[in-house]
């Protein structure tokens, strides 16, 4: 038990952020001294706490425990009695030098005399070792740099710096999986137990004063007796109709299950009562998925509402988890231990389609059941995802399945409402009609027909019901919805478009969530309120596709029951245009270098405080916002403009560009992570440049070959990929300037890089339109692909690319196209084209922060910001709302995203100007 400790604290310190007792967490951190929290420690030192820096730090070393923690000790001290003596504190350094300084006069004699000399010194800068110290703030961020380094080498810290990776809310969630596991054994389980039954072992007692006997052939017999339901040939039913098998309903409470982590959890354990309105229906699209292949079936989970099991027409099967957007169990049916991501077992599936799947919750155990093309029935166990029981016998495919349990009887057939008490069909007759129709199920007869289905279907539509009063059918490439106490249609959606013929679909649970199988092998989410609010997202404001109501609903009687087909017309969406400067937030960057460069890379550092460009002649340029009372937080805004910092010589910051010919040279620049390095190149000898100090720290590469795109590795600062002229990439290392890889795989110039930590690959990009694949471990390729070309588009051009917060997905942007391409499969799942009044080439794209939305940048001065996951234009920006009045062959070169702000990016225009643009958000979102 002795070694879950580590594990136990780790739990208890994600518990203490979310719930944001900071103090108790970095208390529990250092005495418990399982994780070192650098970003608390660096804010500490920054802002000169040196007591709390040392306290933290004595949790996990003391200054005599090895080399290393002697010399973070003496960093930390220096900077200490520096401190003492710029602000002409004599008596605070002599009791510095003389208490925390006294270790160095027994084993650094010199250097300890050396640094009393400095007290009779009227400025310490009068040294000469110490006269490029610069003032206090750029001074601590040296030592926290130095500190970090020395950390990261003492081997007391190893396996105590990196947090490991959680799924939010961790241990409320194994608190609520515990409570809902201890009462699963209880015969008689009270409705909504408490949480303090955890305190104990427990069960609930039997209000009868007996126990309730498991039914051990329980799922035999469910599946067994599946005949048992007997359909008299006088019954109207189409001859030619398979018998369905229909969706898994639940009980519509099961005992004892709660979650504790949704605050809502006592909405969730009861049916919504009447009154009901349009606005319960889940019609507004909430986001879309890509599969990869196309959607035959789906299920909810029955007790974790966003959980949703995907089949797919390969045999795939699929566990989502919407409100992260991740797959949790993948192709071809592995289940993964996120954890330690390893695969315990594989599970074979169904030997060509699976036709349908649901969950089945019985004799308090949870089961999949699945169905194919295979002609077998398959029942899985979900604790151990092992093969139950196979049902053979069908002489065809079988297309549907639907456990259901009444009274403790289990019984096979077609959909009933959440209740139990109604059952429906949904089928096509025989002269190929869909209906939809209610059953007597005590009576066998029909108490029901709906109106509205489509005429001469040519495959069978999917059916479901909700809350046990709304039905859907998925037909015509849009949902339709009827009311269960009404005939006729209630209303219709196509979900904003991309819906086959015969969309899939299935609500969960609560009735808030709807998936909709789409025509490019995905699904939709659709969602009303409390759906968008249990995925965590913020419905967005647009003109809704949602079909008016029918006749019904306005109190016309209907005089047919065909729908009127011009209202299934979806409505466009309205495209918001930002056509005047008014309408969008700017400030222009001030230059008074009297420089004239044509600004070709542009970056935010990553703190968000100030930008960089790199011109073609090699001029580079910084801007910094500073705190002030317009500007309280120093943060890169449009309310006032920022300022041009350059050296204390005046000097411009310029790269090597001697014998260098600008015009045929591929500018390159990047920043380290931390905002304390820049290293770049114009066609030459790569420059790495100290942002603190605006030195040169070292010079390298030089050419031939010559760099044209450079990316630091995003977990260490001194290893960097290297694109080059001649198609090579190379990983180096810039402290020891060892060469680790040399990677070989594309046929022209590198154009773009990007790392993705999550699935430890590079991804690279060349001017042959290829991207490439390399593993982070061993430096081999992949998986290398094709970017597609439009028609009569040559297969050239940089192609840039940028992994998606998520760091699965990847954004190519060629001057021909946006695509999204899913980097584990390296698949394309995402195309736009230019087309309209976007049709200009690309000049430049990137993600906002949040990786919501992508700046696109047109040659002809056209802004677009498209919706990341459907690549859909929510905004245009004319170049009237940001070009000078007047302004003739004026375009833009390259677009960032500021790293903070999702609402604002920078552009840098081809006559030197650069401008921060934060478009109202109204219009961007």
């Known amino acids: 038990m002795a070694s879950w400790n580590r594990e136990i604290v780790v739990l208890m310190l994600q518990f203490l952020k979310e719930a944001n007792y900071m103090e108790s967490m970095h208390r529990l951190e250092k005495e418990s001294g399982f994780f070192f929290n650098t970003e608390y420690f660096g804010e500490k030192i920054l802002a000169g706490e040196w007591d709390e820096v040392e306290t933290y730090l004595s949790g996990f070393t003391k200054l005599d425990d090895n080399g290393y923690s002697t010399r973070i000790f003496f960093e930390i001290r220096k900077q200490k009695y520096l401190e003492a003596l710029d602000r002409q504190d004599r008596a605070k350094a002599v ?30 800068r009068l040294n000469q070792n110490l006269s490029t110290y610069g003032d206090i703030e750029n001074a601590r961020s040296i030592v926290l740099e ?29 608190i609520s999986q515990s409570l809902n596991w201890q009462h699963s054994f209880c015969n008689n389980p009270r409705p909504n137990p408490h949480i303090k039954t955890l305190f104990t072992d427990h069960t609930c007692p039997n209000p009868n004063g007996g126990a309730v006997a498991a039914n051990a052939g329980a799922l035999a017999n469910w599946m067994a007796d599946a005949p048992a339901v007997v359909i008299p040939a006088s019954m109207f039913l189409p001859q030619n109709q398979v018998p369905i098998l229909k969706r898994l309903r639940t009980p519509p409470a099961t005992p004892g299950i709660v979650d504790y982590e949704n605050p809502d959890h006592e909405r969730t354990k009861r049916l919504r009562p009447a009154p009901w309105s349009l606005e319960d229906l889940p019609t507004k699209p909430a986001m879309a998925l890509h599969q990869g292949s196309t959607v035959t079936s789906m299920d909810f989970h029955p ?26 169990v993948s192709r071809p049916f592995k289940i993964w231990d996120t954890d330690n991501r390893t695969l315990p077992f594989q599970v074979e ?21 699945t169905c194919g093309d295979d002609r077998l029935i398959k029942v899985w166990d979900v604790s151990g995802w092992k093969q139950f029981i196979t049902f053979e016998g069908h002489d065809a495919p079988v297309y549907s399945v639907c456990p259901h349990q009444k009274e403790n009887n289990q019984c096979t057939t077609m959909l009933y ?57 998925g037909e015509d490439g849009q949902i339709k919805f009827w009311d269960m106490d009404k005939i006729n249609v209630l209303t219709s959606t196509d979900a904003e478009g991309g819906l086959p013929a015969l969309p899939r679909l299935r609500f969960n649970k609560e009735g808030d969530l709807l998936a909709v199988s789409t025509a490019d092998e995905g699904f939709k989410i659709l969602a009303n309120e ?19 109501p029918s006749p019904m609903l306005t109190g016309v009687a209907a005089s047919s029951s065909r729908i009127d087909e011009s209202a299934d017309k979806p409505q466009p969406r309205q495209l918001a245009e930002i056509l005047d400067p008014s309408h969008c937030r700017q400030v222009t960057l001030p230059d008074t270098t009297g420089s004239s460069t044509k600004d070709v890379r542009l970056l935010y550092m990553n703190s968000g405080v100030g930008i960089l460009a790199l011109g073609i002649n090699g001029i580079q340029r910084l801007w910094k916002w500073v705190k002030s009372e317009e500007n309280p937080d120093g943060k890169a805004t449009t309310t006032v403009a920022p300022q041009l910092w350059q050296p204390d010589s005046g000097v411009l910051i310029t790269n090597d560009v001697s014998r260098v010919n600008l015009e045929g040279s591929t500018p390159c620049m990047a920043l380290a992570k931390n905002d304390l390095y820049v290293m770049s190149a114009v066609g030459g000898t790569a420059s790495l440049l100290n942002m603190l100090t605006f030195k040169v720290m070292k010079k390298f590469l030089q050419p031939p070959p010559a760099s044209t795109i450079l990316a630091f590795h995003p977990q260490d600062h001194f290893i960097i990929a290297i694109g080059m002229d001649d198609s090579m990439i190379r990983i180096q290392n810039l402290q020891t300037y060892v060469i680790i890889a040399n990677l070989n795989g594309h046929k022209e110039r590198i154009t ?21 694949v390399w593993s982070l471990y061993t430096w081999e390729k992949r998986k290398s692909v094709a970017i597609q070309m439009p028609a009569g588009k040559p297969a050239s051009g940089d192609t840039r690319v940028q992994f998606h917060v998520d760091q699965i997905h990847v954004l190519a942007v060629h001057e021909t196209q946006l ?65 000078p009045q007047g302004s003739q062959g004026l375009s833009p070169l390259v677009v960032a995203a500021n790293p903070k702000d999702p609402n604002q990016f920078a552009i840098a225009l081809n006559d030197g100007s650069i401008k921060v643009i934060e478009p109202t958000e109204a219009e961007a979102m």
């Open 95 to 124: 009791e510095i030098l003389y208490k925390d300084l006294a270790f160095l006069s027994t084993s650094e004699e010199g250097l300890y005399k050396e640094m009393t000399l400095l007290l009779i010194l009227p400025n310490f």
């Open 146 to 174: 130095a500190v970090k380094r020395l950390i990261e080498a003492n081997p007391l810290f190893h396996e105590k710096l990196i947090y490991p990776t959680l799924r939010t809310s961790r241990l409320r969630t194994l």
């Open 303 to 328: 007790m974790q509402n966003t959980l949703l099991l995907v089949g797919s027409v390969t045999g795939e099967i699929t566990l989502w988890e919407l409100s992260v957007r991740e797959k949790l």
């Open 349 to 369: 599936s169904h030997a060509g389609a699976v036709n349908d799947l649901a969950f089945a919750n019985l004799d308090k155990k949870v089961y999949v059941v």
């Open 417 to 473: 409402s959440a209740d139990g008490t109604r059952l429906f069909s949904c089928g096509k007759s025989e002269d190929g009609d869909s209906f939809l129709v209610e059953w007597n199920d005590s009576e066998v007869s029909i108490k029901r027909k709906y109106f509205g289905c489509s005429k001469k279907l040519t495959g069978a539509a999917q059916f479901d019901s909700s809350k046990n009063h709304f039905l859907a059918v």
């Open 530 to 548: 409390a759906g968008f609010k249990s995925l965590g997202v913020v419905p967005v404001a647009s003109v809704s596709s949602l079909v008016r």
């Open 752 to 772: 773009g890089l990007s790392f993705s930590t999550t699935l430890n690959i590079l991804v690279s990009s060349g001017a042959d339109a290829q991207l490439s």
């Open 819 to 883: 695509a999204i391409f899913d980097a584990s499969k390296m698949n394309c799942v995402r195309r736009w084209i230019p087309q309209d009044s976007l049709s200009a080439p690309i000049s430049s794209a990137v993600f906002a922060c949040n990786s919501k939305l992508i700046y696109t940048a047109f040659r002809d001065g056209n802004i677009g910001v498209f919706d990341a996951d459907s690549l859909r234009l929510r905004c245009r920006i004319s170049p009237s709302a940001y070009f």
